[in-house]
């Protein structure tokens, strides 16, 4: 009996693990808003955050085109690498006018 109370846990664990692998299994045929969103946010998904947030919004069944319209602004704007435009400027004026 020992055995199943330790097992269970830890085979409830390992389900519930696997469950939530991304294993893009969504249903957004019809919807290249919430597809744009989903390609976007994936890479950037470390499993909290906003670019996690849209990313699981437009993967969740249900979304409509419009519901993903509705967000594609703000997820856009969420998920953006967090080393975009470092290098900016770095050269500073390369061509500059000489004085």
């Known amino acids: 009996m020992r055995l199943t109370t330790t097992?269970?846990?830890m085979l409830l664990a390992l389900l519930?693990?696997?469950?939530?692998?991304?294993?893009?299994d969504h249903d957004t045929a019809g919807t290249p808003t919430c597809e744009a969103i989903i390609a976007r946010c994936h890479p950037l998904?470390?499993?909290s955050g906003p670019a996690?947030?849209?990313?699981?919004?437009?993967?969740?069944r249900g979304?409509?085109?419009a519901m993903c319209?509705?967000?594609?602004?703000?997820?856009?704007?969420?998920?953006?690498a967090s080393d975009a435009g470092a290098d900016a400027g770095l050269l500073g004026d390369v061509g500059g006018d000489g004085g």
């Open 7 to 9: 097992l269970l846990p």
């Open 69 to 80: 319209v509705a967000r594609r602004d703000d997820c856009f704007r969420s998920c953006v």
């Open 63 to 65: 979304q409509t085109e």
């Open 45 to 47: 998904d470390t499993g």
């Open 52 to 60: 996690h947030d849209c990313h699981e919004f437009a993967e969740s």
């Open 16 to 24: 519930l693990a696997s469950a939530a692998c991304d294993d893009h």
